[in-house]
């Protein structure tokens, strides 16, 4: 029985034996299927449908869905633990005596969930609990066959190497962010005596900056798991007296810190714009950032694009009128057609088809890059949740819902597993992370300073900033 349409953004594991896809011959009880495809169902019964069994093996879209929505009704570790607990019940594997042929037969099957659990969603196993159950299983799986220890062993050393990575990655993030308040209280202190570099003299190349830009974006973007969209929405199931699933759990916050990114890249722009003393040299660090916005475009970079963009329009930079009409803005306009939010953000939507096309039929690395605009992402994923009931009103899981969102996640998945061609220069990506970018008053009095305010309004808002600001150097 068909369990799903097939994901435009499918996940490979080349790991998978396809031998293993085999379908029950009728419906599991307490599940409901609407034109072959999988509609709904109780909470026990697609948990039922998640474990094999001699003769069937779960689809791989089903498996990734199911353990993606599933923490919205129950958490990661008590689903670990009731797979476990289904797998040594239904496959006898708590039975020493148990049929050799069938537990040969299975264990392939259950070692090849795991797998999948691992290498997916490898930041459910920073829970102790989670690995604790998997250990417990593994080792009765593993138990007696050499090839099925040298299976768990793998799987096991990749999990830690995932894991490692991710506490190196996240340590390396406190890093980065320290320097760069270190920088910017430094600048705070000494804003005379302090000579600012700026990025036109790191580099004045602007596709080099927005290759340097791409590097920054994929790296982030491959840190951020699956489920992390889930935690982001998640709420209290009003059938669950307990928390919400992710109250007690060590989640992993690389959403968050992409999001914040962002943010950083738009203040840095605005940053960079505001601080020059000169009318010139401001409108010289405009048309540079045009450019490298024009040219993250051309790469598929469309998160920086939207930063870069974004840092343009803040208020302290969109009101140095003297400064933009020394700027040639014709390739500005065209950039902000792109992205133009009108009509539910029709043309970047157009936009991104082309490059998530262009990256299917990629004859090369760079071919493949889509780094989409993330915000917009997060948004259409909130209404897709808001937009639809997690349950029906027979208490069934909702799950027609769950595969558009697995759907959607799924070509994120995609897009974030590709590996950036261009040459690192540590130099531009030092700049980029810690230099030092104003908050928004600090680029309100930057603005003032640079071209005097225009009323009474910003005259006052001046004083108060020039008084507040200056005060605590």
């Known amino acids: 029985m068909p369990q799903t349409p097939p994901f435009s953004g499918q996940l490979n594991t080349s790991s998978y034996n396809k031998n293993l896809f085999q379908s029950k011959d009728e419906g599991f009880p307490g599940l409901y299927y609407h034109d072959n495809n999988l509609a709904s169902g109780s909470l026990e019964a697609l948990i039922h449908h998640l474990v094999p069994t001699v003769d069937y093996y779960p689809d791989r879209t089903y498996i990734f869905t199911f ?15 009731k797979v476990c607990h289904l797998c040594m019940e239904q496959q006898r594997l708590s039975d020493p005596q148990a049929d050799k042929l069938r537990v040969r037969k299975i264990t392939p099957k259950i070692l090849q969930l795991l797998a999948e659990w691992t290498e997916t969603f490898p930041y459910d196993f920073r829970d102790e609990r989670m690995m604790r159950s998997l250990k417990e299983l593994t080792h009765r ?55 600012q570099r700026d990025m036109l003299s790191i580099c004045n190349d602007p596709f ?18 699956p489920e992390e969209f889930v935690q982001a929405f998640v709420q209290k199931d009003p059938l669950d007296n307990d928390k919400s699933c992710f109250s007690d759990h060590k989640k992993a916050n690389n959403l968050q810190a992409y999001v914040e990114w962002f943010n950083r890249l738009s203040y ?42 974004s840092g343009m329009n803040m ?33 970047y939507r157009t936009a991104l088809r082309g490059a998530t096309q262009r990256s299917i039929t990629a004859n090369s690395s760079r071919e493949k890059i889509v780094i989409p605009f993330f915000s917009l992402l997060i948004k259409d994923l909130y209404f897709l ?72 309004m910003e005259k006052d808002r001046w004083k108060s900033l020039r008084s507040t600001l200056l005060s605590r150097v």
């Open 67 to 81: 353990l993606l929505s599933s923490r919205l009704f129950i958490h990661p570790y008590e689903l670990m633990s």
């Open 208 to 225: 080099t900056v927005a290759q340097q830009l791409t590097h920054i974006e994929l790296e982030r973007l491959s840190y951020i798991g």
């Open 315 to 347: 208020s302290p930079v969109s009101r140095l009128k003297k400064t933009w009409s020394k700027v040639k803005t014709a390739k500005f306009d065209i950039l902000e057609h792109q992205m133009d939010p009108s009509s539910n953000f029709y043309n």
């Open 385 to 456: 949740n808001e937009g639809c009931v997690n349950r029906l009103q027979s208490g069934h899981i909702n799950f027609e819902k769950f595969w558009e969102l697995a759907k959607q996640v799924s070509e994120f998945m995609t897009w974030k597993k590709v590996e950036c061609p261009f040459e690192k220069d540590r130099k531009i990506l030092h700049y980029l992370l810690t230099a030092p970018a104003f908050t928004e008053d600090a680029l309100y009095l930057a603005s003032y300073e640079s071209e005097g305010p225009e009323n009474n």
């Open 268 to 309: 840095l722009v605005a940053t960079e714009i505001c601080m020059p003393v000169k009318k010139k040299h401001r409108a010289r660090v405009i048309e540079f950032f045009i450019d490298v916005a024009r040219e993250c475009f051309n790469i598929g970079n469309f998160n920086s694009l939207m930063a870069i963009i």
């Open 141 to 195: 799986l593993a138990t007696g066959d050499e090839v099925y220890r040298k299976a768990v062993g793998q799987m096991s050393q990749g999990l830690i190497r995932r894991l490692t990575v991710l506490s190196q990655y996240e340590e390396a993030l406190v890093k980065i962010n320290s320097t760069a308040a270190e920088r910017l209280s430094a600048l705070k202190a000494k804003p005379q005596a302090s000579i």
